[in-house]
């Protein structure tokens, strides 16, 4: 695992450089500034205010935010098996204590909330890949439990997937991969399912306000995208 000590002085100048990113790049937990070309530091939250680094903040021993540094070692150390999904690399301290996750920067990545307005054949690509990736992740003993739109990014350029966010709590680790949980991959792949069906859904709706699609077209696939949720498992529907 990769170890970086930060001073205060490093610290405000990320914050000045990338001043216009706080919120952009700002998730639940966290927020992700560049470190230097490859590299960005995902910030515990609640160590920033008014985008300004709050010492006596960070000082307290808040575990809503706590880095967990024997998981980001851990996965880490799994880098070499994994060749989908870039992992956390290390923690980044001040004053001897976490105070950021080193990992992947992704330049030029889109959310993907933002497939809708892709064409199909990228939506399926990436679809694909968020299975492939997950099923990778899964054999090697990683369970996402928090798989969701904003946990993965995807390349403007190359549409690349990249999944992100496997440093939280709610990242399941096993470390005997070779026996898998079942209740844990049924809860990943109810996850995909739903994320899958709102990419589905957005993309009708642009469709439909596009006139790509009539209202009774609209409202048969909306039907059968039902129907769909309903064979798989009878899984909630959303209405």
């Known amino acids: 695992m990769e170890k970086l000590n930060l001073t205060k002085n490093d610290i405000d100048s990320l914050i000045s450089k990338n001043i216009r990113n706080?919120?952009?790049?700002?998730?639940?937990?966290?927020?992700?500034?560049?470190?230097?070309?490859?590299?960005?530091?995902?910030?515990r939250i609640d160590v920033f205010n008014n985008k300004?680094?709050?010492?006596?903040?960070?000082?307290?021993?808040?575990?809503?935010?706590?880095?967990?540094?024997?998981?980001?070692?851990?996965?880490?150390?799994?880098?070499?098996?994994?060749?989908?999904?870039?992992?956390p690399k290390g923690v980044a301290y001040y004053e001897n204590k976490p105070i950021a996750v080193i990992l992947k920067y992704f330049y030029h990545h889109?959310?993907?909330?933002?497939?809708?307005?892709?064409?199909?054949?990228?939506?399926?690509?990436?679809?694909?890949?968020?299975?492939?990736?997950?099923?990778?992740?899964?054999?090697n003993g990683i369970y996402q439990l928090d798989a969701k739109?904003?946990?993965?990014?995807?390349?403007?350029?190359?549409?690349?997937?990249?999944?992100?966010?496997?440093?939280?709590?709610?990242?399941?680790?096993?470390?005997?991969p070779s026996s898998m949980n079942i209740n844990l991959e049924e809860r990943v792949y109810e996850d995909l399912f739903d994320i899958f069906e709102t990419l589905i859904h957005e993309k009708l709706i642009y469709y439909l306000n596009t006139n790509h699609i009539s209202s009774n077209e609209f409202q048969d696939k909306l039907e059968a995208l039902k129907y769909l949720r309903r064979s798989i498992g009878g899984i909630y529907v959303k209405e």
């Open 52 to 87: 300004s680094f709050d010492h006596d903040k960070f000082m307290e021993d808040n575990k809503d935010y706590r880095i967990l540094e024997a998981q980001i070692a851990y996965l880490s150390s799994l880098q070499s098996k994994i060749k989908l999904t870039e992992l």
């Open 110 to 139: 889109k959310n993907l909330y933002d497939l809708y307005y892709e064409n199909n054949s990228i939506l399926y690509k990436i679809m694909i890949d968020i299975i492939a990736s997950m099923d990778e992740l899964m054999k």
């Open 149 to 176: 739109g904003s946990n993965f990014l995807y390349s403007s350029i190359n549409y690349k997937l990249e999944p992100i966010d496997l440093d939280g709590k709610l990242v399941h680790i096993t470390r005997h």
């Open 22 to 43: 706080l919120a952009r790049n700002r998730g639940g937990y966290g927020v992700v500034i560049p470190y230097n070309k490859e590299y960005g530091l995902k910030f």
